[in-house]
Nanobody
Framework: QVQLVESGGGLVQPGGSMRLSCTAS????????MGWYRQAPGRQRELVAT?????????IYSESLKGRFTISRDNAKRTVYLQMNGLKPEDTAIYYC??????????WGRGTQVTVST
């Protein structure tokens, strides 16, 4: 099973920016899709953004995050990135990287905490 390792979380002030990274342990069909979910305290896990390995892949974003968050991917590095700008306190959550095949069960990273606060 593929292992996913996230990095880049931490504390940021409102209005600030942060970039998360997630690297997969191997390159195979299980990382056709890669992306991010997040879970805030007391809330369900929700999709942030997802992207496939296709060169012309059109990312999918949560509607509420479009314009502030950008997902990208480096297939050669087996890495997906999440650039977060204009961060708000309500963006505070654990951010989970995931990967999945075209059809099938996803794999999950352990999560990285993002806290937006003064």
């Amino acid at each position: 099973q593929v292992q996913l390792v996230e990095s880049g979380g931490g504390l940021v002030q409102p209005g600030g920016s942060m970039r998360l990274s997630c690297t997969a342990s191997k390159s195979d069909p299980s990382i056709f899709r890669m992306g991010w979910y997040r879970q805030a305290p007391g809330r369900q896990r929700e999709l942030v953004a997802t992207i496939t390995e296709a060169e012309d892949s059109s990312p999918i974003y949560s509607e509420s995050l479009k314009g502030r968050f950008t997902i990208s991917r480096d297939n050669a590095k087996r890495t997906v990135y999440l650039q977060m700008n204009g961060l708000k306190p309500e963006d505070t959550a654990i951010y989970y990287c995931y990967s999945g095949p075209l059809a099938g069960r996803p794999s999950w990273g352990r999560g990285t905490q993002v806290t937006v606060s003064t």
